[in-house]
């Protein structure tokens, strides 16, 4: 068999070792991959953090100079927002949202390998960066005019450029993805006020996705035309407007808090009401204000744009809007509490991550309620006392959820309980060095310490606090270090988990752990919220099948492996790198030969994936 004229080599049906991984089409595997990759980023992620600490342990040291300490900042930022927190979420969508609907994989399984390949391509092209003549150093933010070529000469902006435009793709790719499989491919009865809470905000996530993306890309072509073709959309000197840069970045910015967060709140709602024994306070409540954040995070851009004069009535406006929006997450936060009021709380693990979730996601809410003022914003713009607000919202809020979430459904995934000891050992390191090391920057930010700083001078007053939160950071990254403990000895001597450890709520619960590639032997017929809690309390032999003879497995047929998605990212890997690296040929300066050899290769692997059969049932399944 021949695509293109290429020969496609035949492919196993059952493929196993590297292979099976690198073809697998099965969402289990891929929010597998989504995740374990994702964590080692976050991992790089908070070296980079560490370092920048140690940097800003004293005053006027030199543990790194000033070009890296900007290489640093902007990678850290870079790095968990896209390559840590997002693709950490993507990778719960990817193994829970077909169980938690009923279905046995996603609307479209290549299209989701497709996706997690091109993540890794853009991931690489960030990282590698720092081994390739310099990180980008503009912050994560990447404000024109000090993005332009004329400012900002070398390639490291030209990688940032270049990467969060692949990994635009790999979200635009996953967001439609799950968008179709949750309208279409829920279980019978499943309505969509009968939906899990986690599906939910990962529903309203993937549209803010697609939404919020191409926003970004406009303004990251543009910035590439700048840079690469010499045009003048960010250059101030031929008469350019940077606000315009400010305004396309924070359009897709603030989405994308949202895009981080709700992910997180989906988490939270599920642990809180299995944990408490009672299902969750106010659902339909939680469901309106997670679309109300939603729908409201796109009027609330310019507040991060207050101090660059946009006039008194614009400013107001923003006022409004952001403290509007306090509205529907303070509607979550009451619900929570509600959920667990009156409840039989247990203490496990899971409930202490989101129980912390709760505590720290409310001091990083009221202090960007006092952003909201542009008075008051006036005073702690681009201070560390910002710095504190978001680590507060997205450390204390998303990676705390996550954390949480990693601990309740890591017995769905593999089969084995996270030790409990090791888990409270990790939780109270990472609750104390959380607060130990970002607290103290709200004090920093009052006293008037401005952030992206690479050092300060004695007599400043500011040498106490960095202490105290360099010694915080060491604390924090203990708790990650005893989770990746944890995490290493469960895999090779853990504790066997049943199939709904933790008396769950959902039909994830409803299922083998770990789940079987076909995930469910029949579809259930969902008849209410929470249907598996339910039944299990009202009419046992209602209970869905877990299980089949080996006549139902055989009928269940699920596509065969590809490795065409691999293919296609690969392209766009090789594609990308040739837009930054041109040859000379004879009289053709610069030309874009990696580029051309990447887009054919993307080119063939688009064709031939879609030659592909969507089901191939034989005998041999």
Known sequence: MTTLGIPIPKRPIHPTGVWDWLTTIDHKKIGVLYGVTAFFLFLTGGVEALWMRVQLMGPEADFVTPEVYNQLFTMHATTMIFLGVMPMGAAFFNFLIPLQIGARDVAFPRLNAFSYWTFL??????????????????????????????????????????????????????????????????????????MPLFTWMSFVTAFLLILAFPVIT?????????????????????????????????????????????????????????????????????????????????????????????????????????????????????????????????????????????????????SGVMHSSAASDAQQQDTYFIVAHIHYVLFGGAIFAIFGGIY????KMTGKFLGEKLGQLNFWLMFIGMNVTFFPMHFLGLD?????????????????????????????????????????????????????????????????????????????????????????????SSLAPVAGSSEDEHDIHLPDPSYWPLVTAVGLFIGAYGLLYTLNIGTFTGFPLFAIVGGSITLVGITAWSLEPVNEPDSDH
């Open 408 to 411: 309740y459904w890591f017995p």
């Open 448 to 540: 008037g310490m401005p952030r992206r700083v690479y050092t300060y001078s004695e007599g400043m007053g500011w040498d106490y606090w960095n202490l105290v939160a360099t010694v915080g950071s060491v604390v924090l990254a203990l708790g990650v270090l005893v989770f990746l403990h944890n995490f290493f000895k469960t895999l090779i001597s853990g504790e066997e988990a049943p199939g709904d450890p933790w008396d769950g709520r959902t039909l994830e619960w409803s299922i083998p752990s770990p789940p079987p590639h076909y995930n469910f032997v029949q579809i259930p017929t969902v008849s209410d919220i929470d249907d598996w809690w339910h039944r299990k309390r009202e009419d046992d």
């Open 121 to 194: 391509a853009g991931a690489l092209i960030l990282k590698f960066s720092w081994f390739m003549g310099g990180a980008p150093n503009a912050g994560w933010f990447g404000y024109a005019p000090i993005t332009g070529i004329e400012y900002n000469p070398g390639n490291g902006i030209d990688f940032w450029i270049l990467s969060l435009q692949v990994l635009g793709i790999a979200s635009l790719a996953a967001a439609l993805n799950f968008i179709v499989t949750i309208i279409n491919m829920r279980a019978p009865g499943m309505s969509l006020m009968r």
């Open 218 to 366: 406009v303004a990251l072509i543009e910035l590439m035309f700048d840079r690469f073709y010499g045009t003048n959309f960010f250059v101030t000197s031929a008469g350019a407007n940077p606000l315009l840069w400010q305004h396309l970045f924070w359009v897709f910015g603030h989405p994308e808090v949202y895009i981080l967060i709700l992910p997180a709140m989906g988490i939270v709602s599920e642990i809180l009401p299995t944990f408490s024994k009672k299902p969750l306070f106010g659902y339909p409540v939680i469901v309106l204000s997670g679309v109300v954040i939603g729908f409201m995070g796109w009027m609330v851009w310019a507040h991060h744009m207050f101090t660059v004069g946009l006039g008194p009535v614009a400013n107001s406006v923003f006022a409004v809007t952001t403290m509007a929006i306090a509205i529907p997450t303070g509607v979550k936060i009451f619900s929570w509490i509600g959920t667990m009021w009156g409840g039989s709380i247990s203490f496990k693990t899971p409930m202490m991550f989101a129980i912390g979730f709760i505590a720290l996601f409310i001091i990083g809410g009221l």
